[in-house]
């Protein structure tokens, strides 16, 4: 069955510190990786997708990911965190090609402290 | 623009009342989702909506029922809620449904709906 992991249910990190976001998939064909944040209220944003092509992508608001298919895993990046950075952040992957339906992982609270 | 709009933003209802939830873009996109979302978790995926016509329906009850009059407009009339069915309602939109898992989900701001 198609999954979305993250690992870290919440992470709390300094401004101007490094992040970086676990996601971890079960998907039999070809994925499709998105991560997607979400501030306080808000609704979904994209922040940067995989299709194909080069495994590591980038996004908007600085932030990138890479695709590591040995790992099944995408994980999201950025050299330094600024503190409207956080909110929750959530990877899917695109489910079966006929649905168009999202497989979400769990979610990762990030937390930014001053 | 990959704007999808919402309305009302807030909705706060009764268990017998009806209400409905609009959701709206100007993308050209063919295809439109419901999603509901309680706190600290994932969307979850209600319904889908491909050309119009209602594609997917994930067991939702008949207390949520979702209507496509045209190709930017998305509803979803609600009536005798239960309190468990407070939480996020968000609308996205993408450019199609099928055959291609990569279309891009663009999601709106959401309704915060609170039953009493």
């Known amino acids: 069955a198609q999954s979305v992991t993250q690992p870290d249910i919440h992470i709390t990190v300094s401004e101007g510190a490094s992040l970086e976001l676990r996601c971890n998939y079960s998907?039999?064909?070809?994925?499709?990786l998105f991560w997607y944040v979400q501030s306080p209220g808000q609704g979904l944003q994209l922040l940067l997708k995989y299709f194909s092509g080069d495994t590591l992508v980038q996004g908007i608001k600085g932030f990138e990911a890479e695709f590591k298919r040995s790992q099944s895993s995408f994980n999201l990046r950025k050299p330094s965190v600024h503190w409207s950075d956080a909110a929750e952040y959530f990877c899917?992957?695109?489910?079966?090609?006929?649905?168009?339906?999202?497989?979400f992982g769990q979610g990762t609270t990030l937390q930014v402290k001053p | 623009d990959t704007e999808v709009t919402q309305t009302p933003k807030h909705l706060v209802m009764g268990m017998t009342n009806k209400k409905s939830l609009k959701c709206e873009q100007h993308m050209g996109h063919r295809a439109m989702y419901w999603y509901k979302q309680k706190a600290k978790k994932p969307p979850e995926l209600m319904f889908v909506y491909s050309y119009e016509k209602l594609s997917i329906n994930e067991s939702v009850p008949s207390r949520f029922s979702p209507e496509c009059p045209n190709s930017s407009l998305l509803n979803l009339h609600l009536h005798a809620l239960q309190p468990e069915d407070s939480a996020l309602y968000l609308c996205?939109?993408?450019?199609?449904?099928?055959?291609?898992?990569?279309?891009?989900?663009?999601f709106g701001a959401g309704t915060r709906l609170s039953v009493l």
């Open positions: 998907y039999g064909a070809t994925p499709y």
């Open positions: 996205a939109s993408s450019l199609r449904q099928a055959t291609l898992a990569k279309n891009i989900q663009y």
């Open positions: 899917a992957v695109g489910g079966s090609s006929n649905t168009g339906k999202l497989i």
